[in-house]
């Protein structure tokens, strides 16, 4: 039987150890707002002050107008620029967001043997690669090859910047999936395959969605690639086996010009970079929430009806 005595000196433990915790949690909660605050602050720093000197330079012309020439009083716009980023998006993401999921499929799902630690390990070297290094076998692959620069040589080289990141973060969002949902088709005699491609991703859809906007936010600003693969134009695109121009590049050469319409152009085309990554980020994730609280809209209303 506990006496006063021990029951006493129970509670007095117990307290110690609550306040002990509480205070732990409080330092925990402290130090992390802390390091939120250290990195919000520069990313706020460099958006104002890119906000603030690309404003003045945008306007219509700047944002439908081929370049004008170096030095003139009519430095155009960068109309080319934005098309070419606009394309070499689209189809870097159609080469390298089908192959990148199947990869992180096949590593989640298939992967537990010594093919899926290979592929994994090679995957994790990709992603460490520098761009640069990637600019340089795309231009001896395909650029030497065909003979010129074209859309499609900096798509490849974008494209596989863009598969490691796909493909580590559709693993791992495939492994958050609970295996009762992998159980529970098979329990119902749907094929593995099936499972995977009507259960499981449906369950992974939103880490999908977040890796596939991750790589496009990364290749969006990629500049060592495309100098070795689309080289640049001042003009629109006359076709996807020519040059074309991308803002990254487009800011690179702006701000390497000892004009002040120069610069400001190069943060106006900065300013563009960032609205444009944003607006597909906030589109994407606007139908995807979009999608899936329809969705949900459709289950209720089938559960009443039932």
Known sequence: MITVEQRTEFRKHFKYNVGRRLVLDKAVKCLVFLCVVVAVVPLVAILVNVFSNGATALSWNFLTQIPGAVGSDDPGGIGPAIQGTLVLIGLSSLIGVPVGVMGGIFLSEYGNNRYGRTVRFFNDVLAEFPTIVIGV??????????????????????????????????????????????????????????????????????????????????????????????????????????????????????SSLPYDSAVTQGWGAAFILIILVLSINIGVRYLFLHRKRQTMIKFKKLGSMS
């Open 137 to 254: 076998f795309t231009f001896v692959l395909i650029v030497l090859t065909i003979g010129n620069f074209s859309v499609w040589a900096g798509s490849f080289a974008l494209s596989i910047i863009m598969l490691p990141i796909i493909m580590r973060t559709t693993e791992e969002s495939l492994k958050l999936v609970p295996v009762t949902y992998r159980e529970a088709g098979y329990a119902l005699g749907i094929r593995r395959w099936r499972v995977v491609f009507t259960i499981v991703l449906s369950g992974a859809k939103s880490g999908l969605v977040t890796g596939i906007l991750l790589a496009v936010a990364r290749i969006a600003g990629e500049t060592a690639p495309l100098v070795f693969t689309i080289l640049g134009s001042s003009q629109f695109i006359q076709g996807l086996d020519g040059p074309v121009d991308a803002l990254p590049l487009r800011i690179w050469r702006l």
